[in-house]
């Protein structure tokens, strides 16, 4: 299917009602339903967010979960995933043995789907989708931190990150690199490429960078 019929179709479902069961069952399908799901429904419910903090919904690959899991292997306590979409990283997270495994997701809809993805996975109720905008959370209880996000917000989100979180602390990105900041190790290639950064490191960095170097 061509962009202009996706684009066709988009506007079709916006000028239809659409119930949430049948939301569910389009964006369990593939990812022009995500498509459909984000130009057609999901994007008036960010019209609250500024503009430069919105952040389109982009479904994680089975391979960028694999890789994020990869960068916390061995860890425990607390994950978060920060625009946290259909829930997947989340609901890996908790399958790997982190608690709480929690995700912060704005949009309503998103947040059902988070939710039939943990019903149909036995999950139901042991993981934790909050409607919550992930600028406004407080993070200074979280070890560990996932991000799949534009890198237009990632400048702001470092700073969010560096004065909340604890020095333990581990922060992984997906498809893009924070801009400043020196990963401790990555994984995969491509779009599938993930980062960990760990924020004591991070922070021991910044500290010891002479004066009027540039970030």
Known sequence: MDPDDIEELAVELQGK????????????????????????VLMPGFRRVPLKLQVPYVPSSAKQVENVMSLLKGRSGKMVDLGSGDGR??????????RPAVGYELNPWLLRLSNYRAWRAGCYGKVFYQRQDLWKVNLSDCNNVSVFLAPSVLPLLETKLLAELPDEARVVTGRFPFPTWMPTTSVGEGINRSWAYDIKTVRQTRHNKPEGCPE
Do not use: R
């Open 17 to 40: 009602t659409v119930g949430g069961w049948g939301l569910v069952q389009l964006a369990a399908g593939t990812g022009f339903a995500a498509y459909v799901m984000w130009a057609g």
């Open 89 to 98: 990283i989340v609901l890996e997270a908790y399958k790997q043995g982190f």
